[in-house]
């Protein structure tokens, strides 16, 4: 148990164009979802947090216009890079966190790679 | 503020050895701890996880343990494998309450056949 999913698990776009990553909990209630950035050879960067049905709260330093976050159920929230730049390449990771459960412990999806020439 | 350090950032052994990843963190105040594996171009996979009052956890060749007055865990894998070839991240969370996990930079792990 415990599976979450991202979809897609690469995308390729144009510079000035939106991409929407999917991230689900495919076999449990999620009501907290994160996401994080990845660069090559570090550690995973925390973008923002989101809670089903209210606003995402955004890291420091993350632009909240450019990274639109949407948690609309407790199985699914979904990140849209808006008017993408190359240096918005990198790789994205969900995170989803158990509603039930004593230890809320995270769970990762596999990565969503996004390339923009 | 929190901070999580992992030594050594690289490691390459032979395989069938028994070793020792390094994770310490500077605030002994936290709820839990876990560690993750990711292999490159993935995302993580949770290994163990141990709650502030625990001592270890453990999971086949895998055991954690956790001395939370010195801010300090570790993780052993027993008779390395080439599979187990990966990046090894340890995350803490400060609170029950608390929303996130603060992660460590990673070990690098290769297993030489």
């Known amino acids: 148990g415990a599976v979450v999913s991202q979809h897609p698990s690469w995308v390729i776009c144009k510079s000035g164009t939106s991409v929407k990553i999917e991230c689900r909990s495919l076999?449990?209630?999620?009501?907290?979802m994160f996401w994080y950035r990845q660069f090559p050879k570090q550690s995973l960067m925390l973008m923002a947090t989101?809670?089903?049905?209210?606003?995402?709260?955004?890291e420091q330093g993350v632009e909240k216009d450019k990274f639109l976050i949407n948690h609309a159920s407790l199985t699914l929230s979904t990140l849209t890079v808006t008017s993408a730049h190359p240096e918005d390449s990198s790789f994205y990771i969900c995170?989803?966190?158990?509603?039930?459960?004593?230890?809320?412990?995270?769970?990762f999806g596999p990565g969503t790679r996004l390339t923009v020439l | 503020k929190q901070e999580v350090t992992q030594i050594p950032a690289a490691l390459s052994v032979p395989e069938g050895e028994n070793l020792v990843l390094n994770c310490s963190f500077t605030?002994?105040?936290?709820?839990?701890l876990q560690w993750f594996r990711q292999d490159p171009g993935k995302g993580l996979t949770s290994l163990l996880l141990?709650?502030?009052?625990?001592r270890e956890q453990t999971s086949g060749r895998l055991n954690a343990s956790l001395d939370k007055s010195s801010g300090r865990s570790t993780l052993y894998i027993a008779a390395s494998q080439p599979g187990d070839s990966a990046t090894y991240l340890c995350?803490?969370?400060?609170?029950?309450?608390?929303?996130?996990?603060?992660f460590g930079q990673g070990t690098r792990l290769t297993i030489n056949p």
């Open positions: 995170s989803a966190r158990r509603s039930s459960g004593p230890y809320n412990e995270q769970f």
């Open positions: 076999d449990f209630q999620a009501t907290t």
């Open positions: 989101s809670n089903e049905g209210s606003k995402a709260t955004y």
């Open positions: 605030d002994s105040a936290i709820y839990n």
């Open positions: 141990i709650q502030s009052s625990q």
């Open positions: 995350a803490v969370r400060r609170g029950q309450g608390a929303q996130k996990l603060v």
